[in-house]
C-alpha cells in the first residue's frame, strides 16, 4: 500500500495484475479467444450473433460490451464498441479526451519545455476557479503536463466546448502564504540590493524559469539591480509567484489521453445489473459508457467493478 491508499502488487508490475485475471478465467473454464475484432453483433431468436473481423460467426445466449473508449487507440480501443452499442439504439454522448495534457497558447513554451515542479493548478473560467489539483507540473513544447494537469483537463475540455475562454493558473510557489512570499523576497532583496534581479532568484524558482518569468512579470532588464526594482515590479513578481495564467488551447489527442469521457448513455443502462434497458441480454462494462472518474485509480476501479456487476447479472440471467 503506498501513499494516498494506493494499493500495487509487491512486484510493483501491472503484469501481475493480468496473470491472477488470467489464472482465475482458466480455473472457472471461460474460453478466450484473442484477436478478434467484433465488426457487428445481432439479434436474434436464440440470442445474439457476433460477426468477427475475418467473417467468422460466434453465437451467444448474453453479450456484454466492454470495449473500452476512445483513449490509446493503440491498445484497439478505437471507440467501435459505440457503434455496436448505436446498432441496438443506445445513444452516445460525444466522447472528449480526458486525464490529458492541455496545450497551451503561450510564446515561450521552447524555452521552458522540461521544466518540472510542485506546484497547483487551477482552471479559471471568467474568474472562478471550476477545478484545482497540486502535484508535479511540467512545461511542454505545445503546453504543459503532469498529475495535476491531468486531474484538471476534464474541465477544461468541457469549458472549451461550451464556447468559454478558459485559463490555467499555475501557482509556482504553493507552500508559502503571499505575505510569507512578500517577507522572504523582500529580505532577499534587502540582504543583497547589488545583485541583479535574475541572479536574486537563483535557488528559489527554477534556473531556467528565471528569465521568462522576469519576462513575464515585466521586468524588461533582467540585468537590474535588486535595489532598483520599484514597488510596482515588486508586487508582479510577487503575485506572478502564485497567479501565472496561461490560455488554454485544448487538450492533447486521444493518443495520448488516458481515459475518455462521455461514452455510452447511462440513461438506458439499469445500474443495478448493467443490462440494457432497450435489449435484453445486452450488457455494458467499463470505459465504453459515459463515466469517467479522476487520477488514482478510479477508471480500473470502475471497468472491474461494473464488469464484475454485468458478467454476475448475465451469468445470472442465463441459469
Ligand atoms: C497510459 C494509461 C494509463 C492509465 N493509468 C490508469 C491508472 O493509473 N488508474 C486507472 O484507474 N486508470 C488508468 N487508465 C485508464 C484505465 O486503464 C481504463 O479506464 C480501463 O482499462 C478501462 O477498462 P475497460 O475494460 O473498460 O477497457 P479497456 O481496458 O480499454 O479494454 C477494452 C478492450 O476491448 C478491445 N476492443 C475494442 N474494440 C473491440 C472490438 N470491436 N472487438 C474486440 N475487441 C475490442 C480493446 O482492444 C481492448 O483490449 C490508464 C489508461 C492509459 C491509456
Known amino acids: 500500500m503506498e501513499e494516498q491508499g494506493k494499493v500495487f502488487p509487491f512486484s510493483n508490475q501491472a503484469s501481475s495484475v493480468l496473470d491472477v485475471l488470467r489464472h482465475e478465467m482458466e480455473s472457472i473454464g471461460v474460453k478466450v479467444i484473442v484477436e478478434a475484432e467484433t465488426k457487428g453483433i445481432k439479434r436474434n431468436n436464440r440470442g445474439f450473433q457476433i460477426t468477427l473481423k475475418g467473417g467468422e460467426a460466434i453465437s451467444a445466449d448474453k453479450v456484454i460490451i466492454a470495449t473500452g473508449g476512445k483513449a490509446a487507440p493503440n491498445l484497439g480501443t478505437t471507440g467501435s464498441g459505440y457503434l455496436l452499442a448505436q446498432t441496438f439504439g443506445h445513444s452516445l454522448v460525444e466522447p472528449f479526451p480526458a486525464l490529458v495534457q492541455l496545450k497551451l497558447n503561450y510564446p515561450y513554451l521552447k524555452q521552458i519545455k522540461g521544466i518540472k515542479f510542485d506546484g497547483d493548478a487551477e482552471i479559471i473560467v471568467g474568474n472562478k476557479t471550476m477545478a484545482r489539483a497540486r502535484g508535479e507540473i511540467l512545461f511542454t ?143 455494458f462494462g467499463g470505459e465504453v459508457m459515459d463515466i469517467d472518474g479522476d487520477c488514482g485509480g478510479y477508471n480500473l476501479q470502475w471497468a472491474w467493478s461494473s464488469g464484475y456487476l454485468a458478467g454476475i447479472s448475465a451469468a445470472k440471467s442465463a441459469n
Open 141 to 283: 513544447e505545445y503546453g504543459i503536463s503532469g498529475p495535476p494537469i491531468f486531474q484538471v483537463s476534464r474541465s477544461a475540455s468541457e469549458w472549451i466546448k461550451k464556447g468559454k475562454q478558459v485559463w490555467l493558473k499555475v501557482v509556482i510557489i504553493n507552500h508559502l502564504s503571499r505575505e510569507e512570499i512578500i517577507s522572504y523576497t523582500n529580505k532577499r532583496f534587502k540582504d543583497n540590493p547589488g545583485k541583479t534581479v535574475s541572479f536574486s532568484f537563483v535557488g528559489f524558482i527554477n534556473k531556467q524559469l528565471i528569465p521568462v518569468f522576469l519576462k513575464q512579470a515585466g521586468i524588461a532588464d533582467l540585468n537590474k539591480r535588486v535595489s532598483e526594482l520599484s514597488s510596482a515590479e515588486k508586487d508582479g513578481i510577487i503575485s506572478l509567484l502564485q497567479d501565472w495564467r496561461f490560455e488554454v488551447e485544448g487538450t492533447n489527442t486521444w493518443s495520448a489521453a488516458q481515459t475518455t469521457a462521455g461514452g455510452i448513455d447511462v440513461k438506458d443502462i439499469d445500474p443495478r445489473t448493467m443490462q440494457s434497458k432497450l435489449v435484453e441480454g445486452l450488457y
